[in-house]
């Protein structure tokens, strides 16, 4: 086993959250979409900046009437959120018997792992007596949302922050249970924000575990104010009560400027009532909120936005040193917890030499900035976490990592799975819903596959229809945002649309769309009677017979024109039952590109079809690919009947058999993906996304610098 596998082996994620819930528990799965919004990041914002940790959901039963087992160990950090209600209690020993286990493992090694119980009724308690409930029953429940996710941004920063070589808490003795304090510094000028700081200070005080830095009241008698002040800032999060006097302040500014100079989590909190005769230019690059007096729910968010800040700072600094497990990183890569800015570069430039890159926070600044940046500290070499690690180094210009896939065209094949609920990567279907909600895991998966696929270069391909907030619609929002952000004029989006799903694509649409997408549409198959003006409801076996040869042809089309294929989740049906096609749409697309001999990635953490290809190329004969399963529904045998009776020349029968036999002959080692066999395992079953992205770039780079590529 070589050194890459290896590194990939002893990988663990630092932190991953779980959010357990009765499936039933409809307020629960609320939350745990709020959960993730706030912690991973927002599905239908993928330009938006999140905390990026992963989120599982364990609610839906895999056997019986539990959900999937929690393994505390499989990350360095574990968080389980467990949303008691009644239906949880009434479920009587099964749910107390998964999640008390939890529990216990939790408390015999509190230093990594925890776990919050959330009371949601007054009969919540009767899961685990001993444990210690974070109080919900009793909230107002639009407050109820704001006041757990503060909890738990407050808990999660004191559990990472325990490590010994960061300096952003106060020990409070050895030997306790409980995680030490996090520390806030409140930065206020005395004549007119010491009223906004004694509310900000009463407020955490009575809320939360967090010690306030608050001026002389913290100064023993006998200590020098400068060392205590600077000590203070130096060993806490900072949030900086912007009024009117603050700027005129020297005390204020140096505090300002010291905070960023030792690289502290920084808030500001707007309060100014008249104005300012100069503003202070060091208080930008940083989160801001405006203060409401009288008004407790923005306290809570002032509160909240201080503690995220806290907790993405610990991340981001953390979570980069082990993405550098995964990624070919240089020795002396230097992560930066906020975006450079002109303070900041003043003292980094004089490291320039020494430090080959320094990496701060997607998303990359916009060109015009980093190029102001950089006029003042030209040998500075800054990039992202995505720059980086999708580009091999060797560039003095960070600017100009090499592209290691601009001249590849990369096509994305990804649907929704039955089973993704199941796999804690969806949310369970209530009893009175059609289908579940979509997954955010996988729209955010495929989110982060296009980024990294954007930055190395590639022109993306996708086949699909036009929903509004649909994958289609996510790549087009992505590759505007990236066009503006790095100044590229990047490749537009390949977009394959079959007939007659182009009949619904309007002038308008084209001309908004216009240079961020090429549009390639399908023409109707040639079936006697058919009006290629018509657009025909998929109802009957002659009407699933033309939506079925469109859906071949623009595969066909597409994998002609595409050099590489990666494939996520993907429903398993046809001819009208979650599906259109003659075989599963990603089945047909993983046939066409093995046959080609086009580099497959399979990621089979999602489930579905891909899961199915997978286990066929390992000779497993998979029950979805079989008659029995797949003609079960009288609808799609009588239209596979039809199908198969009216073969143009040349064409080939639906025939699972067949399908999984040469899918079986071609094998894993047909993937002809640039990985090992052992490396294609990874890829298969890793849960971790950043591990998935790693293993497919360092497939396409390998063929990229072989005589075949």
Known sequence: MNSEILAAANYQRRLVIYVVWHPEFVRGREMAERIYKYFAREPEQPNARGLGI??????????????APVVMDEAQH???VVLADAKMVIAGNDWSGYVAPLARDALANPARHRVFPVAFTPNAYKLFPEANFIRLQEVAPDAAPGLL?????????????????????????????????????????????????????????????????????????????????????????????HTDAYASRVWCQHEVIRAKRRGRPLVVIHAIEEGEGRSFPYLGNVPTIRWRPNDPARLQAIVGLVLREVLRTEYFNQHFEDLCLLFKVPAGVRALARAPELLTALALRTEADQVPFFVYPD??????????????????????????????????NPQLLA???????????????????????GFPRLPDEKAAPSSPHLRDSMTEFARFLLAA????????????????????ELLAAYRVLSGEDSPPLQSWLCWPIHLDLTEDQEAN????????????????????????????????????????????????????????????????VRGLGRYPGLAEEALLALRAHKPVYL?????????????????????????????ADEKVRAACEFYNQHLPPGGEPVNYAALTAELEQIGVSGLNNGLTAEENERLFTTMVLPEMIALVLRGLGRLEKSPKG
């Open 403 to 425: 592209k290691s896939l601009t001249r590849r065209r990369v096509g994305l094949s990804i649907s929704e799975s039955e089973n993704l609920a199941q796999r804690g990567l």
């Open 603 to 631: 990621i089979g953490a999602f489930g579905g079809c891909t899961d199915a290809i997978i286990a066929a190329l390992r000779g497993q004969k998979p029950a979805a690919f079989t008659d029995a399963e797949r003609l």
């Open 78 to 80: 574990t968080a389980v």
């Open 149 to 241: 996710l503060n909890r738990l941004t407050n808990e999660l920063g004191r559990l990472l922050t325990q490590r010994p070589t960061v300096g952003s808490v106060e020990r409070e003795g050895a030997g306790g249970s409980s995680p030490p304090k996090m520390r806030l510094f409140l930065s206020h000028a005395k004549l007119d924000g010491e009223n906004v700081a004694k509310v900000l200070r009463d407020y955490i005080q009575e809320n939360l575990a967090l010690d306030t830095f608050f001026d002389t009241i913290d100064i023993a008698a006998g200590f020098r104010f400068s060392d205590e002040i600077d000590q203070g800032i130096d060993t806490a999060a900072f949030a900086l009560i």
């Open 513 to 576: 769309w216009a240079g961020l997408v090429e549009f390639h549409k399908i023409k109707a198959p040639e079936i006697p009677g058919l009006d290629p003006a018509v657009k025909l409801p998929p109802t009957t076996p002659e009407n699933l017979l033309a939506w079925a040869r469109s859906l071949t042809s623009m595969r066909e089309q597409m994998n002609a024109e595409t050099d590489a294929r990666i494939f996520l989740g993907g429903q398993i049906g046809s001819f009208g």
């Open 457 to 476: 270069g590639a022109t993306l391909a996708y086949g699909g229809d036009l929903r509004q907030g649909g994958f289609t619609v996510v790549l087009f």
């Open 54 to 67: 992963p989120v599982f959901f364990r609610s839906e039963p895999v056997a019986g009437k539990l959900p």
């Open 363 to 396: 998303p990359p600044l916009a060109k015009q900035e980093l190029d102001l940046v950089l006029d003042l500290a030209p040998n500075l070499r800054l990039t992202t976490p995505t720059l980086l690690f999708a580009n091999p180094v060797g560039s003095d």
